[in-house]
């Protein structure tokens, strides 16, 4: 006899383009429970809404301008079902023990009294889970009431700034990144473009999460980055960084794939921000951002 899952209140926005092979595994771990899957699509030209289609997902269309505005977008436009939203990347996926925190807490009491919930993004890079180097657990708020929340508008490094109290809940959100490195680093370069463009506006809007020294993490990492990290000298920085990450916070117990990763995340990508950043400064490189397509994670 098969047991069918209660659904649980919730709206879970996926954002696409050409995700035909992350999509997959991102909506099966999902499709059991969730009350709704929302598929706000790009333009692309793969598999990626037959396979939403076959998981029963609503899709909507819409070009993409940047992360944040697709985000704030999908919750509003959009009309989602419930009161409760969950964003995702395509190549995310929600643990089973995540789900069941979620299914808990959304039919909890201390549910009405809160605005979100946040919960630790596990990182899994060419096949391994990297648990050190200050990498895990980090905690992300994406659940949330819509009308509560909303993505700050950054170029990079985007947070969802809710108002109000929010719970903390175990489990993590496992996010698959791409073993293609060529395909990684193109995308870093990407980012650093948008991240030097933020560093050289002094990007601080009304809508951006302020960082401040307390129990949020987020706000944690986020004064870090801007009183230390962002006060320490260009360049030398990302060399500093790195060794932060893989001798005092351990990421050399990662191995080969955590070597690889800490290094290219913490030091070249960060060596290349400050180049972008540098160069501009000096006029001899301005900093040009191209149109894109892609809601490629950059948060």
Same mark, same amino acid.
């Given at each position: ?141 994406? &659940?949330?009431? =819509? #009308? ?5 508008? !950054? @170029? ?5 700034? %809710?108002? +109000? ?43 951006? &999460?302020?960082? =401040? #020294? ?5 706000? !944690? @990492? ?5 009183? %230390?990290? +962002? ?69």
């Amino acid at each position: 006899m098969t047991v069918l899952m209660e659904r649980v209140p919730v709206s879970v926005i996926v954002l696409t383009f050409n995700e035909e092979a992350n999509l997959p595994g991102c909506l099966d771990s999902v499709a059991a429970w969730a009350g709704e899957i929302v598929v706000v699509d790009s333009g692309s030209t793969d598999r990626t809404l037959e396979v939403a289609r076959a998981a029963g997902a609503r899709i909507l269309h819409r070009p993409f301008e940047d992360y944040a505005r697709q985000r704030n977008w999908a919750q509003e436009a959009a009309a989602p079902r419930f009161d409760w939203v969950l964003h995702l990347d395509a190549d995310e996926r929600v643990s089973p023990e995540l789900a069941t925190a979620m299914r808990r807490f959304l039919s909890s009491p201390e549910a009405r009294t809160r605005s979100g919930a946040r919960f630790s993004r596990r990182t899994v890079f060419m096949g391994r889970w990297i648990r050190h180097g200050g990498h895990y657990p980090v905690f992300h708020t994406r &659940l949330f009431r =819509r #009308l509560r929340g909303r993505c700050e508008q !950054r @170029r990079y490094d985007q947070h969802f700034v %809710v108002s +109000g109290s929010v719970a903390t809940l175990a489990g993590d959100l496992i996010d698959v990144l791409t073993p293609d490195i060529d395909t990684w680093s193109i995308r870093h370069i990407r980012w650093a473009g948008l991240e030097a463009a933020d560093v050289l506006a002094g990007t601080t809007t009304e809508s951006s &999460l302020q960082g =401040r #020294l307390g129990s949020d993490p987020v706000l !944690r @990492r986020r004064w870090f980055k801007a009183h %230390v990290f +962002g006060a320490s000298p260009l360049f030398l920085r990302a060399f500093l960084y790195f060794l932060y990450r893989y001798l005092l916070r351990g990421g050399y117990r990662d191995g080969t794939e955590g070597l690889i990763f800490h290094f290219l995340q913490a030091c070249w990508f960060r060596f290349y921000v400050d180049v972008k950043v540098w160069s501009s400064r000096r006029g001899s490189d301005p900093i040009v951002l191209a149109a894109c397509t892609s809601p490629d994670h950059v948060g």
